[in-house]
């Protein structure tokens, strides 16, 4: 089948790649423009586009696909059946989706209903759900509210980050891809149940900024989930500070003859520092990244730092 595959971050690829193994034609490759990457801010392609061109693929990059006249006659000439979605990061305009013969395909990460929009594994994680899954929608022009050809459960894993959830959902939702276009012409359609659907919005980079006036808790779940990306982060002496790692603790609150507050240090040791959150629980940090400097555990940042019990992080 002639397929035109808009996607761009990694967890686009064992899409593209499950298309090209089952032996369909990826006629042309969308994706979003290069962007600054790394500490010299230089110009990198998305990981589709990386991919594409390494396989002869041929790529555009509209950076505004809806008023973009020339990307859309670049798809019209490639021909396609269908068009597949994945993770593609702009919305399509009708007179994209709607040509080919059977339309195009959407793989999203999560069960819809839920958690329509950008960043459903990230929910998933800050919510603490116990079960995720894919979904296969036919596009049509409102966010993620097509169709339903197919979905897949699985159950989050104790402790699973929104990295690793995201990575496991690629793969499964490559797989149902692929089992879908091979009945694409006798597929049922199953309208969505709007009065069930909550929505996944994007994350923004000060939606990582802890408070520690919450629970130990949900300091974790705001760790597992936006440690990776856009980063969870505290400050101490006026500088940022990224948690990468850590867990509730079972320790108990303060230790005698310290008031403690939310942010407070109780404990700096080998295990790492333990921070006083919410309803006297406690939030050990395990690894952490300073502004400026790499991945360090956090009882090497204490050593270097001389951050001691009764410091506070803010």
Same mark, same amino acid.
């Not at 702009?90 to 209903?113: C, D, K, M």
């Not at 050809?149 to 939702?173: F, K, M, N, Q």
């Not at 609150?253 to 006083?276: F, N, Q, T, Y």
């Given at each position: ?10 967890? !686009? ?19 979003? /423009? ?27 990059? %509209? ?94 894993? %104790? ?56 629970? !130990? ?14 980063? !969870? ?28 507050? /939310? ?7 080998? %295990? ?36 001691? %019990? ?5």
């Amino acid at each position: 089948m002639r397929i035109v595959f808009f996607g761009s971050p990694a967890a !686009a690829l064992p899409s593209l790649e499950s298309l090209l193994g089952a032996g369909h034609s990826v006629e042309l490759v969308v994706t979003q /423009p290069d962007k600054p990457a790394g500490r010299g801010r230089k110009l990198a392609p998305s990981a589709v586009k990386a991919f594409a061109l390494a396989h002869g693929i041929p790529v555009i990059e %509209p950076a505004r696909i809806r008023t973009d006249e020339t990307a859309l006659e670049r798809i019209r000439a490639a021909g396609p059946e269908v068009s597949v979605v994945v993770a593609y990061g702009q919305i399509i305009p009708h007179a994209v989706h709607v040509f080919p013969p059977h339309h195009s395909l959407n793989v999203h990460f999560s069960l819809l209903p839920k958690y329509r929009g950008a960043a459903p594994v990230q929910w998933t994680i800050l919510n603490g759900d116990t079960e995720s899954g894919v979904t296969i929608i036919e596009l049509d022009d409102r966010m993620d509210e097509g169709d339903i050809l197919a979905r897949e459960r699985v159950a989050v894993a %104790p402790r699973e980050t929104a990295s690793a959830l995201e990575a496991r959902l690629a793969v499964l939702g490559a797989g149902l891809l692929v089992s879908t276009l091979a009945r694409i012409d006798r597929v049922p359609h199953h309208p969505q149940d709007d009065g069930a659907a909550t929505l996944a919005p994007k994350i923004r980079k000060e939606d990582g900024r802890l408070s520690w006036a919450e629970t !130990a808790g949900a300091i974790d779940r705001k760790v597992l989930a936006l440690a990776d990306r856009p980063g !969870a982060f505290t400050h101490f002496g006026g500088k940022r500070v990224n948690i990468m790692r850590g867990r509730p603790a079972d320790s108990p609150g303060a230790p005698s003859g310290l008031a403690s507050g /939310p942010g407070m240090i109780l404990r700096a040791g080998k %295990p790492g520092l333990e921070v006083a959150c919410a309803a006297d629980t406690v939030y050990l940090i395990q690894e952490l990244q300073p502004e400026g400097k790499g991945v360090m555990s956090a009882y090497a940042f204490s050593l270097g730092t001389k951050i001691a %019990p009764g410091d506070s992080l803010v």
